[in-house]
């Protein structure tokens, strides 16, 4: 299948990229690299050495003998570009990961609020727009976020995959409804992606315009069997108080004998899933798109859930490190449980990659390998929610005696 | 009050800014005049000889005695400006019109579709961000639409003023939530004024804004009390297809003696409301916001619903106009029933001006004034929902002798 990854050169669209060319899809990234450019503006960088996009490619081709192709095209601001993309490339499916990924960036100044709604929502809407008029009839998979739901709000009943049935009285008895799940947004980033859900409904049904929304939970891991392959290849690995996500944090914190950073009572549960697991997904999700005129099919891309705590606790214990209870820059509930339903991806075949030493090990040794790459005033999270909110001071200043490189 | 009007040289904005200020607010108009730049794009013009602002506002200072401030933002682009603007005025309330209003325009094509998505969420979100991050303490009234309910979802039941009670059903029984309406736009300009609800939301919720959403019907009428009292201060009159409205254009329509424009079967059931109200009910709104801490409060601001055949039928008996049948350019259902709660307004103490036959006439008699401005060519609606939807040819190619100017 002919398909364009939007994002390919970021955390999940890299890998993502590699695994469907790897089975045989006939791949192009599309990316301005913003990612990397908002590393510099942060002053941080992956923990792992991601090299630069031409060379992964080159090395790619190297390892594989198959061509992944590149275009730099701002999605938010270059329309014109993004057409001749499409009725040049005439994709049969189209992978969107574009969009600004982080709750903690989105939140931080007004300027990463404003570039977030501007450069998500114009990237997603110009997307449609293009779609709706060039006549590539490519079907579109988005990566949304379990963070559309919120946490909560539907008591003891497990969050279903984007629609909700709700009973509605009326003069005439109650009548039932099948709505989008209602939205609740943790941040400035999830409200991006309850804007783009109402967008896909709109184009779905007026274009026809066949839509694949991804409610994804947090990704963890780094490797998959393609980036494994040759180091040029190797993914990103995200650990500052921005763009890292707990579980890999907590895990490149014990790698290198800093506290592990618990936000708040730590009472909080999430949805996981293993980047080896989101590419699956991925490919499952184009093989089995929407018919058009139908609604966008909503799938939950998530295999596991658990409480931050008792991953921190889990990692603290095995690897001996000790946990800092930090203020929570978020305003969110100290407390929730959780219970996701992800039936359709098991349905269509996934084998889910669940939380095991062997792949926690993994991390940390990944971790452990580039420790010396790490800038620990960077490990705070500090970006919050509303001005005024308490943040901590550095928990480390110095870097540990660079550790044996696992071999 | 202090009051800014953003948008206030438009069709609302500029009769609700002369009807503010005669009631003793400070008004500061914040507008970058692009409903003026569209007229020149659609080679259109206001029925209505609409003057300059800086001409208005003169007027109005020579009428009333009173000074309307103007300041040219466009506040999609620059936002450090509206920071600057919000800082230096410190309103207590600001109204928000400024946002691309016409759903015809919004499906024209791909530029005015991205262009009415960049603009309109661009600008909301720019508001929000500035009145999270200046410390300016101004209730936000914005006006939305009652076509972000949609028509004929929630049955025999009347549409609720914003949140409608759902149950849910849970393993321990329904419970019930109270939700924002589900969403359901029908063209790209509604579709924005949904994403605005998410906004609003939000920022209601993480930083403590007081919002105040008004989802109003379809406006018709020209005149107010303080527009009537100088021809320089004159209101615009849309007739044309994009952003003339249905029953102000069967008025002018019958004026100039062109079939009156019924698309489809006429069964659609709108919601309606005379500018005059709009105005009041503006001034109710800035007078009685929501608590800091409080959800976004919804009210629907709309007096009456007809179904639009009935409308034509009624403005083709008096005035003996034919009824033009023409294609839907629109994809929406052919009939709907419609009730609407506006139970907030009332309890305020609006008293609503209801279509009556001395309002009418007045309307016919401002069109049939200036209706040797008219361009016949320009009536037909011609902006289709999808590409190679059926649309008329123009119905009249001249103007009928010039009618004779009522006193």
């Known amino acids: 299948m002919r398909v364009l990854v939007l994002g ?5 669209g890299w890998p993502t990229s590699l695994y469907l060319s790897d089975h045989g899809h006939d791949i192009t990234i599309v990316d301005n690299l913003s990612r990397r450019k908002i ?3 942060l002053e941080v960088e992956s923990l792992t050495p991601i090299r630069p996009i031409s060379e992964r490619i080159r090395a790619w081709r190297e390892v594989s003998g198959r061509d992944i192709g590149f275009v730099n095209v701002d999605l938010a601001t270059e329309y014109d570009r993004l057409v001749e993309v499409l009725e040049e ?11 600004q990924r982080a709750a903690p960036y989105s939140m931080r100044t007004q300027k990463t609020k404003r570039y977030t709604v501007d450069n998500n929502v114009r990237a997603t809407h110009n997307l449609l727009t293009a ?40 003069p005439d008895g109650e009548l039932e409804r099948e709505i989008l799940h209602p939205a609740n947004p943790g941040s400035v980033y999830h409200l991006t992606k309850t804007l783009d859900q109402l967008m896909f409904s709109f ?12 409610h994804q939970g947090i990704v963890w891991g780094t490797q998959t069997e393609q980036t494994i392959r040759d180091e040029r290849l190797i993914n990103r690995f995200d650990y500052d108080g921005d763009y890292g996500t707990v579980l890999n944090r907590f895990l490149m914190q014990a790698a290198i004998g800093h506290p592990l950073t618990v936000h708040g009572t730590g009472g909080q549960t999430r949805a996981f899933i293993h980047i080896r ?20 099919l909503v799938r939950n891309q998530i295999t596991e859930t658990h409480r931050v705590l008792d991953l921190a606790k889990m990692i603290g214990d095995v690897t001996g490190t000790e946990i800092a209870y930090l203020p929570n820059p978020r305003r ?13 991806f098991l349905a269509l075949g996934l084998q889910p990659t669940t939380l095991s030493q062997g792949l926690l090990d993994e991390c940390t040794d990944v971790a452990a390998r580039y420790s010396h790459r790490a800038d620990p005033a960077k490990i ?14 550095d928990l480390l200043t110095e870097l540990p005696a660079r550790l044996p490189e696992p071999q």
Chains 1, 2 share one sequence.
């Open 8 to 12: 390919g050169d970021g955390f999940c």
């Open 39 to 41: 590393d510099i503006e």
């Open 89 to 99: 490339l005439r994709p049969e499916a189209i992978v969107h990961f574009a969009e």
């Open 131 to 170: 779609l709706a008029h060039s006549g590539v009839d490519a079907s579109l998979v988005h990566l949304g976020t379990m963070g559309v739901y919120g946490y909560g709000w539907s008591g003891s009943a497990p969050i279903p995959e984007g629609y909700l049935t709700v009973k509605v009285a009326t």
């Open 203 to 214: 184009y779905a049904r007026n274009d026809g315009l066949r839509i694949t929304d991804l």
């Open 277 to 296: 697991d989101t590419v699956r997904c991925i490919e499952l999700a184009i093989a089995n798109p929407p018919e058009a005129g139908s609604r966008v």
């Open 332 to 344: 969110e509930a100290e407390e929730n449980d959780l219970a996701v339903r992800n039936d359709q």
């Open 380 to 393: 705070v999270s500090r970006s919050v929610w509303r001005a005024g909110m308490e943040t901590a001071d």
